[in-house]
């Protein structure tokens, strides 16, 4: 079975630009979650979906945003990039957004703001 | 702010000894305890996760959870080079939906052979 998948691996951008992740949850998990792990910041929650909706999202500006599409898949979007975006992006995915299942990583996307 | 706090560390240990991983959480009305692991450049792998108070164990794993003073802890027994790695406890704070996990920073741990 296959498990969370990120694309790109790594992801070069400059100050300004829109960065584009994407996510594909393991098969039958309806729930993709994003977090970002910057340099001594640990992992910080961005974003939730859940059926296709956007069910919460962290404490990070507007211009973090995404969606989710019919197949569950997810697209991280950042605009105006700044240099401190740059951080390993993780996307997760568990069974319709219950707190008792496990919930699994991708591998993640490496975004370099420069 | 609900916080979770971990010992940066490193944490040495000998191989074969028992590593102790300690974490302490903000949230009193946190339900869920989880504890990952994660190789230097790689992604997150869940160990463990605990609801309820007392132990649970699986293989050389132990967490241990008491929310009485709101604190998890993570036992390695006979700890093998190949456990080198950071450690991080996270928690489903409440009022979270769901797996929106709020994550310590992490504890460094290495095992020296």
């Known amino acids: 079975e296959a498990g969370v998948t990120q694309s790109p691996t790594h992801l070069i951008k400059t100050r300004g630009q829109q960065a584009t992740l994407r996510c594909s949850p393991i098969s039958g998990h309806t729930s993709v979650y994003w977090y970002q792990q910057a340099l001594g910041l640990g992992l910080q929650f961005l974003l939730w979906y859940d059926e296709g909706e956007e069910r919460n999202r962290g404490n990070f500006p507007p211009r973090f945003s995404g969606r989710q599409f019919p197949n569950y898949s997810s697209e991280l979007n950042v605009n105006a990039l700044e240099l401190e975006d740059s951080a390993l992006y993780l996307c997760?995915?568990?069974?319709?957004?219950?707190?008792?299942?496990?919930?699994?990583f991708g591998q993640g996307t490496r975004l370099t703001v420069v | 702010q609900k916080e979770v706090e971990q010992n940066s560390g490193p944490l040495s240990v000998p191989e074969g000894a028992i590593a102790s991983l300690n974490c302490t959480y903000s949230?009193?009305?946190?339900?869920?305890f989880f504890w990952y692991r994660q190789y230097s450049g790689k992604s997150p792998e869940l160990i463990m996760f605990i609801y309820s108070n007392g132990d649970k164990e699986d293989g050389r794993f132990t967490a241990q959870l008491n929310k009485a003073s709101q604190y998890v802890s993570l036992l390695i027994r006979d700890s093998q080079p190949s456990d080198s790695a950071t450690y991080l406890c996270a928690v489903i704070p409440s009022g979270a939906g769901s797996y929106q996990l709020t994550f310590g920073k992490g504890t460094k741990l290495s095992v020296i052979p």
């Open positions: 997760a995915s568990s069974l319709s957004g219950r707190g008792d299942t496990e919930a699994f």
């Open positions: 949230d009193r009305g946190s339900q869920s």
